[in-house]
């Protein structure tokens, strides 16, 4: 018995404003996405490197409000990405915590995204 790892579904509401969040600002790039007609909710897949995370416009896939865990390697060099790209609605900073080194940000929809650097603690990856 194998398990993978988890692909996070997330709720949105506007696909332009996911847009902007998500492939503009935290730099992800579109996977593959699925309607079932023209007009429908949208069904997307999201990756930036080894992350993935699912968006949904559907009724009943994800709440509005979910934090999500992701960690990652190189914290200090996303942080200084994400400070120079001219996004008004987001200005997150480093956070040391017990368990590593955090950037938290809020989504257009309510969704909390916790990257963690565990490495950037103990002194490496960042």
């Not at 935290?26 to 990756?47: A, K, V």
């Not at 009724?59 to 979910?66: A, E, F, I, Y």
Request: overall charge negative; some cysteine; glycine content about 10%.
């Amino acid at each position: 018995m194998r398990f993978e790892r988890a692909v996070p579904i997330l709720r949105v509401f506007d696909a332009a404003k996911a847009d902007e969040f998500y492939l503009g600002y935290l730099g992800f790039t579109t996977d593959w996405e699925h309607r079932f007609e023209p007009g429908m909710p949208l069904y997307r897949q999201i990756s930036r490197s080894e992350l993935i995370i699912h968006l949904s416009e559907h009724h009943g896939d994800g709440t509005p409000g979910s934090a999500v865990f992701l960690p990652m390697h190189g914290i200090a060099q996303f942080h200084a990405e994400l400070a120079a790209k001219d996004y008004a609605f987001a200005r997150p900073g480093l956070e040391r915590e017990p368990w590593g080194i955090t950037i938290d940000v809020a989504d257009p929809f309510g969704n909390q995204l916790r990257f963690c650097d565990n490495d950037a603690q103990k002194g490496g990856g960042s």
